[in-house]
């Protein structure tokens, strides 16, 4: 770049929430894909939306003409819109491709959703968050070409109703360590390999940004903070090198903002400071202040504006805006040019706490969403401009409101604690395996026994009788005997279809964590506090804000009368305290492991009861244990420690006859293989499907000997697996898992399938497992 740098705003985010206030985005989208609206009306509710954030954020204090607002849209996921831009397309979607290489919005959600038999891409969790991306599939000689149109217009949409906004992209190097080796490329082939061939297409995308007016460019780099990727630590140090040198270098482009939220840069920082690029993100919520820095790295710094990632964008505690500006300020002995920003993008937190109406106002005073942690990044601003004074009742306020979440009834409970406290050593085993293999065989199940996860599809006609209970137009008696009729519909179904071990579908149910959160003590639940997963995909995080117990069974009446209609076995279905912690918004004054264990014993009062009701078979689903790994290998011990831990308080009272299942899901499971073996589950059930049965490779390996079921049905993709597909990947199951541990079921729960979708996947499922029971039963001669 050869003019200076324009100014960085003093006050930033990373991002923002996309879905729309009210769920616009989402009910655009699906409305698409059925075909109730064309594309020009999808692409203007997105620019409407669009336009709405915008003037949003610039009335919560952002600037609207110094690149302030940052541009970060998406139909589906930005790692996608990445792979889109760089024409990183795999060769099963390259008919959707124009003249030119790039794709239009039907084969741009094609892609993410799959077609036919071409499978979608593959899904798995961003960074340590509940946020899914998709998983882009590079080759060896994956051409790469720029189709930056999207990323213009969109800047040239805000331009022209008078903003000057900045453009957001995944980073180049980021881009690469999250792709996977597209199917053929050669053994020991990295997609790092190719940064080389794909910096020149995010050089051409500068040049345009810059043609178009752009001052200010952000990369996100998140995986730079990252020690969980499965590439050699000085490769990755050495790639922030090679490509920040070389867009550094270019004469003509936007001024470079590079992001590294969730964790600190420790290694590649020296590496990222050597470059030319103009302001480097510090997440200062996850990652503390730089120090130890070599002489080089801090001269070169001190050129740079550094942007304090301060406000915490995961969570939406109000927090301690006075220690937040304390390390704000401390950064300015490293630069004298320090902006404010959120830690990472607002994408994982709720709009506005002003919408909760219904939130108890005392716990609602404690807490900042979206809109209100730009807020407090505009304050920070505006006190790193006028001076600390300018600021301090802001400041006051919320020191006063962490004051007062401190002493609220509720937060600190005896009763709980004292629990906790006497806990001992065999609070958290179980008999040996074997010694429960041989109790549980009077369940009488099958080779490759067939099952689900829990949950089948939560119908209109359901979601109508929950709202309508809300409303009190059904009464509590009337809304059971619907929910009966629909238990008894989803049980005769499994029979139907000859299932094995049979769930009850959770029509009650209108979240796998909310569910909890009502019935349990700690918790408080939202109205409008929705937050993208995926694609499409909401969920509404519960709030865990007090010490956790279980004034009532929360399951047991529901399973009971499902196992009453039937003779085989009904699982009883719970959520584990690993997933309930990740999924729900937690408390940030005591360590995770204190409340996960507080979740685990209300857990274990209720495998108890379900016991107790005549449950043989219970399900405790951790899909979220991978997710909540640190990014840091120092901090994954004490991690696995009480995260494995909580589970085996919450199952370690199960009598030997109880067969324990869990459930695992969009993970990198050979990462935590010996964490999912100590968990000591007696059936693990994991995604697999539309990772093509990668795992059992992990499990073979690793010698995992308790029950499995890898997935054969990919439940995020409307596609229909057929019998061939599903009975191949049960066939590479059997190949590495023998048939007396070997489970078969989908990859996640059904509630956001279709019933049609839903019943032929199932009927397909049951056809192949007895083609793979016979042929194992009668092996084909060899020779």
Not at 126 to 141: Q, R
Not at 566 to 590: H, N, Y
């Amino acid at each position: 770049m050869t003019t200076p740098a324009p100014a960085f705003p003093n006050a930033t985010i990373l991002g923002y929430p996309r879905i729309g206030r009210r769920r616009e985005l989402k009910r655009a989208v699906e409305s698409f894909w059925a075909g109730s609206i064309t594309a020009e009306e999808l692409e203007r509710t997105a620019s409407e939306l669009r336009a709405a954030t915008r003037e949003r954020l610039a009335a919560l204090g952002l600037s609207r003409t110094d690149s302030a607002i940052p541009e970060t849209f998406s139909y589906y996921d930005q790692v996608l819109d990445t792979a889109v831009t760089v024409g990183a397309l795999p060769t099963r979607f390259a008919g959707l491709a124009d003249e030119h290489g790039g794709v239009d919005l039907a084969g741009y959600f094609t892609i993410a959703r799959g077609v036919g038999d071409d499978a979608p891409l593959e899904m798995t969790k961003w960074f340590d968050s509940n946020y899914h991306y998709l998983v882009p599939e590079i080759a060896p000689d994956t051409e790469f070409t720029l189709h930056a149109e999207r990323i213009l217009a969109e800047f040239a949409e805000a331009q022209a109703a008078g903003f000057t906004t900045r453009p957001v992209v995944v980073g180049p190097v980021t881009f690469l360590l999250l792709a996977k080796a597209a199917d053929g490329a050669a053994a020991g082939f990295e997609p790092i390999e190719r940064l080389a061939d794909l910096v020149p297409v995010y050089a051409a995308l500068l040049d345009q940004l810059a043609e178009a007016g752009a001052e200010w460019v952000q990369l996100d780099e998140p995986a730079l903070v990252s020690e969980s990727i499965d590439v050699d630590r000085a490769r990755v140090v050495e790639s922030v090198a090679v490509a920040y040198d070389a867009l550094g270098a270019l004469e003509r482009r936007p001024a470079i903002f590079v992001a590294a939220p969730y964790g600190s840069l420790d290694d590649a920082l020296p590496a990222l400071a050597a470059t030319p690029v103009e302001a480097i993100g510090l997440d200062l919520v996850r990652g503390g202040l730089p120090g130890g820095l070599d002489p080089a790295t801090a001269e070169s710094l001190a050129a740079k504006t550094l942007v304090a990632g301060v406000v915490d964008g995961h969570n939406i505690w109000r927090g301690d805006l006075a220690a937040a500006f304390d390390r704000v300020t401390a950064l300015q002995h490293l630069s004298s040019a320090v902006a404010v920003s959120t830690s990472t993008s607002l994408q994982h937190v709720p709009h506005d706490v002003a919408d909760e109406d219904e939130l108890d106002t005392r716990l609602a005073s404690w807490l900042a969403f979206a809109d209100q942690k730009v807020g407090q990044v505009a304050v920070l601003g505006r006190g790193l401009v006028e001076g600390r004074d300018a600021i301090e009742d802001e400041l006051a306020a919320a020191s006063a409101a962490l004051a007062d979440r401190d002493g609220a009834p509720g937060v600190r409970v005896p009763s709980v604690r004292d629990r906790l406290a006497g806990l001992g050593e065999q609070d958290f085993a179980r008999v040996g395996y074997e010694e429960r293999v041989a109790a549980q065989e009077t369940l009488g199940l099958p080779e490759l026994p067939t099952t689900t996860i829990g949950s089948f599809p939560q119908t209109t006609e359901i979601r109508r009788a929950r709202a309508r209970l809300v409303k009190g137009e059904l009464s509590t008696a009337e809304y059971t005997g619907l929910m009966r009729d629909e238990i008894e519909r989803v049980v005769r179904l499994q029979e139907d279809l000859g299932l094995d071990v049979l769930v009850h579908g959770e029509p009650e149910r209108n979240d796998m964590v909310q569910y909890f959160a009502e019935l349990l003590d700690g918790f408080a639940v939202t109205k409008h506090g929705w937050v993208q997963s995926y694609g499409s995909r909401c969920t509404r995080p519960s709030i865990l804000w007090g010490d956790v117990s279980r004034p009532a069974p929360m399951t047991v009446e529901w399973s009971s009368y499902a196992q009453s209609l039937t003779e085989q076995p009904m699982k009883g279905m719970l959520t584990g305290p690993v997933t309930i912690l990740a999924w729900s918004f937690v408390r940030d004054d005591q360590p995770l492991g204190d409340t996960a264990r507080q979740v685990a014993l209300a857990l274990r009062d209720e495998i108890a009861d379900l016991e107790s009701a005549g449950i043989r078979i219970i399900q405790v689903d951790e899909p979220a244990l991978r997710e909540l790994l640190p990014l840091k290998r120092a901090d994954q011990p004490a991690y696995l420690d009480w995260s494995v831990g909580s589970f085996r308080l919450a199952t370690g009272g199960a009598v030997p006859e109880t067969q324990v299942h869990t459930h695992l899901c969009y993970s990198e499971f050979g990462v935590v293989i010996d964490a999912i073996k100590n968990l000591d589950a007696d059936v693990t059930s994991i995604e697999a499907a539309r990772s093509r049965m990668e795992v059992v490779d992990d499990l073979e390996s690793s010698g995992f000997d308790h029950g499995i079921g890898p997935g054969v049905y990919d439940i995020h993709s409307p596609r229909v697996p057929g019998v061939a597909e599903v009975q191949s990947l049960l066939e590479r199951a059997a190949g590495a898992i023998p048939a007396t541990r070997l489970w078969v079921n989908p990859d996640c729960g059904l509630k956001t399938r279709g019933y049609d979708e839903t019943v032929e996947s199932l009927r397909h499922i049951v056809q192949a497992t007895r083609a793979v029971r016979a042929s194992i039963a009668s092996p084909v001669p060899v020779g």
